[in-house]
């Protein structure tokens, strides 16, 4: 058995794949290379039966239509393996994603609240169950964490080595490996509704989604076909009864030439290859106009946490305000963000703990309501009631994890419930309605270096500051550059302050950005930019990003969100990495250059071949002579047009399967440079290669 080395092709499948698709049945859904197919028949006929059609044949010529026969058949075989090289790459795509699917065993609970569960098969799981997932298991099937706090080895999906940390809320990914703790999750979908299933179906699909654009290239084909199948028909009517001496293997080499067969065998493979490079990458595309509208893209919503920075914002200084200290703020900032399970909140946490900031009030939590972080209200908080003592249970937050600390404190009078909150600046102004000495001051000058600011209240009194760093991702720069030479405008959407977003912005080439932020804000805002005609992507991966994902043009959602989020966008990023929204357009600017290039330079083949073979087959013509500037015979130039026709699908298959590279230009500017390398090209290329061919085919005796 022949394997590719790198690729993983199984070439002993791919040849036999290649000959099925032979099959005239199979080969009609490609209307260029079926009618290809029949010529083939027809010259073959003349081959075997040169004397049927007198008029257009000669017993003379069998070897010579028996040569243009096999050049015919195998330019179409060169189309059909083609789609077969695309679908075998796509399947090795599939075949690592089966892995993840495979059957497992999961441990069905038999009741909520209870602790006894059942051994079933993952495929026995219905939306909805409760399960088990114990350290070391792997996830049966998506689902929603219930219960629990554990260490997440995703790899096998994403390709990241580094474990994740998921919790009360989390999604979990079939497949997927628990590393620590134990975890009680509900089911989120049946069965033969996970991603993973859906991804596969998609890359293992006969049918697969066309977009607008090929949809309309499939319909030019048509046209062309049509139009030429017209002159070819006339062309022989007009030889029989002028008695021109034309014949058919002649006139069908001309029309085979003469139609867009380059990009009529290459247009499937391209359309195969992009949805492949989209699997490859982890994405699930649910149509193929997401796909066109990829590469059509001119506004990129994008948020700064997690695309433009690393996502992983860390508290590093708490900054008193007025008469207050650093201790005040640090241990209300802990009260507030105890229930606040955000990377922010469990840094705080975690920087007061190290610091000693932990409150006299910590006694009182087990009695304490909790506001949690909202993206609308952007703050948490809690107010406390007073008690004596105060039991920390097992599985606290990171440093506080797995100790069972016991405090007792002695107050000396009974304290009043008081509140505390922290949050965004804006928002905590508005939620106290009091605006300290030095506030405004004090948050530019916090905000200066791109950190972002929470603000700490504690009984309607702001105390002071909360300052978190993040870092912008290695390349964002360079990405933003080449988005914008593309004309592509870049937006950020942040809720942090103006100030922070400005510098953040100017640091990675973003001249457009809007801070302070609401959920409603990229709605808002993708729909004006539709109602200016331009095309919109955005990410999104919580229920209140669900509206804007559903109006986008390009609405790509993570995993790792919501149902509502993920059922919402057209695409899904299995790895759950924002910044992929970028690599998403590039991809299809790549589906969309690639196509148009195959194109230009097919079209522009013909016009060379129309040279070569015209004034042979109407060499009664003197006059027609003019135009053989090549000085080809008959049977040397149809051949050498035919081989060379056949010749160039072959060659150009890896530029179909990889994509042409897209550089940093505009569309215009991309498309005078592929017509000038691929347009020019396609006219000379042709003519030198038809000479070369035809030398060859003199030495050989033809």
């Given at each position: 058995m022949i394997e590719?080395?790198?690729?993983?092709?199984?070439w002993s499948?791919?040849?036999f794949?290649?000959?099925?698709r032979l099959?005239p049945?199979t080969?009609r859904?490609n209307l260029?290379?079926?009618?290809?197919?029949v010529?083939?028949?027809i010259v073959l006929?003349?081959a075997?039966?040169?004397?049927?059609v007198?008029?257009?044949?000669?017993?003379?010529?069998?070897?010579f239509y028996?040569?243009v026969a096999?050049?015919?058949?195998?330019t179409?075989?060169?189309?059909t393996?083609?789609?077969s090289?695309?679908?075998?790459?796509?399947?090795n795509t599939?075949?690592?994603?089966?892995?993840i699917r495979?059957?497992?065993?999961?441990?069905?609970?038999?009741?909520?609240?209870?602790r006894e569960y059942?051994?079933?098969?993952s495929?026995d799981?219905?939306?909805?169950?409760?399960?088990l997932?114990e350290?070391?298991?792997?996830?049966p099937i998506d689902?929603?964490?219930?219960?629990?706090?554990?260490?997440?080895?995703?790899?096998?999906?994403t390709?990241e080595s580094?474990?994740v940390r998921?919790?009360?809320?989390?999604?979990?990914?079939?497949?997927?490996?628990?590393v620590?703790?134990?975890l009680?999750?509900r089911v989120s979908?049946?069965?033969e509704?996970?991603?993973?299933?859906k991804?596969?179906?998609l890359?293992?699909?006969?049918v697969?989604?066309?977009?607008?654009?090929?949809?309309s290239l499939?319909?030019l084909?048509s046209?062309?076909t049509a139009?030429?199948?017209?002159v070819?028909?006339?062309?022989l009517a007009i030889g029989?009864e002028?008695?021109?001496?034309?014949?058919?293997?002649?006139?069908?080499?001309?029309y085979?030439?003469?139609?867009?067969?380059?990009?009529g065998?290459?247009?499937?493979?391209?359309?195969?290859?992009?949805i492949?490079?989209?699997?490859?990458?982890?994405?699930?595309?649910?149509?193929?106009?997401?796909v066109e509208?990829a590469g059509?893209?001119?506004?990129?919503?994008v948020d700064?946490t997690?695309t433009i920075?690393?996502g992983?914002?860390?508290?590093?200084?708490?900054?008193p305000l007025?008469n207050?200290?650093?201790?005040?703020?640090?241990e209300?900032?802990?009260?507030?963000s105890w229930?606040?399970?955000t990377?922010?909140?469990?840094?705080?946490v975690?920087?007061?703990y190290s610091?000693?900031?932990?409150?006299?009030?910590?006694?009182?939590?087990?009695?304490?309501?909790?506001?949690?972080?909202?993206?609308r209200?952007?703050?948490s908080?809690v107010?406390?009631?007073?008690?004596?003592?105060f039991?920390l249970?097992k599985g606290?937050r990171?440093l506080?994890?797995?100790?069972r600390?016991?405090?007792?404190?002695?107050?000396?009078?009974?304290?009043?419930e008081?509140?505390?909150v922290?949050?965004?600046p804006?928002?905590v102004?508005?939620?106290?309605g009091r605006?300290?000495?030095?506030?405004?001051?004090?948050?530019?000058?916090i905000?200066?270096?791109?950190?972002?600011v929470?603000?700490?209240?504690?009984?309607?009194?702001i105390?002071?500051?909360i300052k978190?760093k993040d870092?912008v991702?290695?390349?964002?720069?360079?990405k933003?550059r080449a988005l914008?030479n593309?004309?592509i405008?870049?937006?950020?959407?942040?809720?942090d302050?103006?100030?922070?977003?400005?510098?953040?912005?100017r640091?990675?080439g973003?001249d457009?950005?809007?801070a302070?932020?609401r959920?409603e804000?990229?709605?808002?805002m993708?729909k004006?930019?539709?109602?200016e005609g331009?095309?919109?992507?955005?990410?999104?991966?919580?229920?209140?990003d669900a509206?804007a994902?559903?109006v986008?043009?390009?609405g790509?959602?993570?995993?790792s969100?919501?149902?509502?989020?993920?059922?919402a966008?057209?695409?899904v990023?299995?790895?759950?990495?924002p910044s992929?929204?970028?690599?998403?357009?590039?991809?299809?600017?790549?589906?969309?250059v690639?196509?148009?290039t195959v194109t230009?330079f097919?079209?522009?083949?013909?016009?060379?071949k129309?040279?070569?073979?015209?004034?042979?087959?109407?060499?009664?013509l003197?006059h027609?002579?003019a135009?053989?500037?090549?000085?080809?015979?008959?049977?040397?130039?149809?051949?050498?047009?035919?081989i060379y026709n056949a010749?160039?699908i072959?060659?150009?298959?890896?530029?179909?399967?990889?994509?042409n590279?897209?550089?940093?230009?505009d569309?215009?500017?991309?498309?005078?440079?592929n017509?000038?390398?691929?347009?020019l090209?396609?006219?000379v290329?042709?003519f030198?290669?038809?000479k070369v061919?035809?030398i060859l085919?003199?030495?050989?005796g033809v």
């Amino acid at each position: 058995m022949i394997e590719g080395k790198r690729s993983g092709i199984r070439w002993s499948s791919v040849l036999f794949d290649s000959i099925v698709r032979l099959n005239p049945v199979t080969l009609r859904r490609n209307l260029v290379m079926f009618i290809t197919e029949v010529a083939f028949f027809i010259v073959l006929i003349m081959a075997l039966f040169p004397s049927l059609v007198p008029e257009v044949s000669s017993i003379s010529e069998r070897y010579f239509y028996s040569v243009v026969a096999l050049i015919l058949i195998l330019t179409v075989w060169f189309s059909t393996l083609s789609d077969s090289i695309a679908e075998a790459q796509i399947r090795n795509t599939a075949s690592s994603l089966r892995k993840i699917r495979e059957e497992l065993k999961a441990k069905r609970l038999k009741e909520e609240g209870g602790r006894e569960y059942e051994i079933v098969s993952s495929k026995d799981l219905r939306k909805g169950d409760l399960i088990l997932i114990e350290r070391g298991d792997r996830v049966p099937i998506d689902c929603e964490v219930l219960e629990g706090i554990a260490m997440v080895d995703e790899s096998l999906l994403t390709g990241e080595s580094q474990n994740v940390r998921k919790s009360m809320g989390s999604t979990l990914l079939g497949g997927s490996i628990v590393v620590t703790d134990n975890l009680i999750a509900r089911v989120s979908v049946n069965p033969e509704e996970t991603y993973v299933s859906k991804l596969i179906e998609l890359v293992e699909s006969s049918v697969r989604p066309k977009t607008p654009n090929e949809i309309s290239l499939s319909i030019l084909l048509s046209g062309f076909t049509a139009i030429f199948s017209i002159v070819a028909i006339s062309l022989l009517a007009i030889g029989i009864e002028l008695h021109l001496g034309i014949d058919l293997a002649v006139l069908i080499a001309l029309y085979v030439c003469l139609l867009p067969t380059t990009i009529g065998a290459l247009l499937p493979a391209i359309g195969i290859s992009g949805i492949n490079r989209m699997s490859a990458n982890r994405i699930i595309v649910k149509s193929g106009k997401a796909v066109e509208a990829a590469g059509d893209v001119d506004t990129l919503l994008v948020d700064k946490t997690g695309t433009i920075t690393r996502g992983m914002r860390k508290a590093v200084n708490f900054i008193p305000l007025g008469n207050h200290t650093e201790r005040e703020v640090g241990e209300a900032a802990f009260l507030a963000s105890w229930e606040d399970d955000t990377q922010e909140g469990k840094s705080i946490v975690e920087l007061a703990y190290s610091l000693g900031y932990i409150p006299q009030e910590i006694v009182n939590l087990y009695k304490s309501e909790f506001e949690e972080f909202s993206a609308r209200t952007r703050r948490s908080g809690v107010k406390i009631s007073d008690t004596r003592e105060f039991i920390l249970p097992k599985g606290g937050r990171d440093l506080l994890q797995r100790k069972r600390l016991r405090r007792k404190f002695e107050p000396e009078s009974e304290k009043p419930e008081i509140e505390v909150v922290k949050g965004a600046p804006d928002a905590v102004l508005e939620y106290v309605g009091r605006k300290p000495e030095g506030f405004d001051e004090m948050l530019e000058k916090i905000s200066e270096d791109g950190a972002t600011v929470m603000a700490v209240a504690e009984s309607g009194e702001i105390l002071g500051f909360i300052k978190l760093k993040d870092q912008v991702k290695p390349g964002v720069r360079e990405k933003i550059r080449a988005l914008r030479n593309m004309n592509i405008e870049v937006v950020m959407v942040t809720g942090d302050q103006p100030t922070t977003a400005g510098i953040i912005s100017r640091d990675v080439g973003i001249d457009e950005f809007i801070a302070r932020a609401r959920p409603e804000t990229k709605y808002e805002m993708v729909k004006k930019a539709q109602k200016e005609g331009r095309v919109t992507a955005m990410i999104g991966d919580g229920t209140n990003d669900a509206p804007a994902l559903s109006v986008a043009d390009v609405g790509l959602a993570m995993a790792s969100g919501t149902e509502p989020a993920k059922e919402a966008a057209n695409m899904v990023d299995l790895e759950s990495n924002p910044s992929k929204i970028i690599d998403v357009v590039v991809l299809g600017k790549q589906i969309l250059v690639t196509r148009g290039t195959v194109t230009a330079f097919s079209i522009a083949n013909d016009i060379a071949k129309y040279f070569v073979i015209v004034p042979v087959m109407f060499s009664r013509l003197p006059h027609l002579q003019a135009i053989n500037f090549m000085h080809l015979t008959p049977h040397v130039a149809v051949l050498s047009a035919l081989i060379y026709n056949a010749l160039v699908i072959p060659a150009l298959i890896p530029l179909a399967l990889k994509g042409n590279k897209v550089r940093p230009l505009d569309t215009m500017g991309m498309f005078i440079r592929n017509m000038m390398i691929y347009g020019l090209g396609g006219i000379v290329l042709p003519f030198v290669a038809i000479k070369v061919i035809s030398i060859l085919l003199t030495w050989g005796g033809v």
